[in-house]
């Protein structure tokens, strides 16, 4: 599919962004058309941050579908020069420290003088105010202090993060959700504004119905390993040739799962009788299934299990997740040609649009640093002696 029928295509972002939480929020527009430009340090040593080497597989999967250019912006001639490239965009994003912005004067109400238009989309540690807005954010520093890590892992463990940096990549999908929102409002009001989050903001609010046992009935949810929190059974069984997940919380689903594994006496246990009698009586009632389930074969169980219409399915390793027919049916590993690297594969998205379905391939590679600089001010207007003068003078 050609970038002109893709969903925004129209649509220019430059984007200031590092690490993950931004460039996250940024992979989205450029994946779905937006000419998305990314400006960079020039002689700044190091790829990007957090993401690794620029040939590395993080730093090519956050950075596909951009363009590039060098942009000293502690310059005064480089900070007018973005001024320029922001004056005809439509979208702004950085995850900055909240003063940066502010000192470098590209923040949004310097930008929205010259652009009353522009969408402009910030994504922080702590916030764009308040006591702790000034302290670096870190995805696990998040985690911990969001509450997560305290839910995760074995009960008694201690603490234990996410295998994902689930922070980074909740509050980058927020922001690109809040700017779309924003755009959508531009097209009835004809302004922009400022969108903004926060590392700790998305992570409390990914808590979700662990937050919302805290906040309307007082209770602290705890770890509970592989179980499921209030759901039960759910979680991790033992089969003859590994483990696999069963969720059968809930009546219907009990009595099904009763059937599949031939213990009708466990409906007339009075310890297992209501879905809260089970969460009562939980270990007991997982020590029970535990020696059922050791019998068969994982395979066996899952076809069983599903037939009989209770969820169940393996535990992947990443390559056999890759490897499973129906994550490839799916074609969520998408096809790159990359100028160093050759054909490799990168994660795509995960939205499905019936008119503008994505490529098989992505459009565009991770760029080299500044591969775009000479075009984009081209464009801009500049001339190549002028250009020339700004690269003796370390501005690009």
Known sequence: MSKANLPLSHLTVLDLTRARAGPTAVRHLADWG????KIEMPNEPGADGLSGVRHGPDFVNLHRNKRSITLNLKKEKGRQIFLDLARDADVIIENYRPDVKHRLGIDYETVRKINPRIVYGSISGFGQDGPLRDRPGLDQIAQGMGGLMSITGLPGQGPVRVGVPIADLSSGNYLAMGILLALIDRDRSGEGQWVHTSLLEAQVSMLDFQ???WLIDG???????NNHPTGIP????????GEINIAAAGETLWQRFLGVIAAPELAEDSRFATDKDRSTNRDELNAI??????KKTSAEWINSMNEAGVPCGPIYRIDETFADPQVRHLG???EMEHDVLGSIRVVGQAVN???QSQPNRMRRSTPEKGSDTDDVLLRLGLDTNQIIQLRDEGVI
């Open 34 to 37: 937006a000419d998305v430009i």
């Open 332 to 334: 969520i590993a998408r």
């Open 219 to 225: 209770e602290v949810p705890p770890q509970a390993g």
């Open 234 to 241: 759910m979680g991790v069984y033992p089969t003859s040739d």
């Open 289 to 294: 299934l535990e020696t059922i389930t050791a």
């Open 211 to 213: 937050a919302a046992r």
């Open 353 to 355: 649009l019936s008119r």
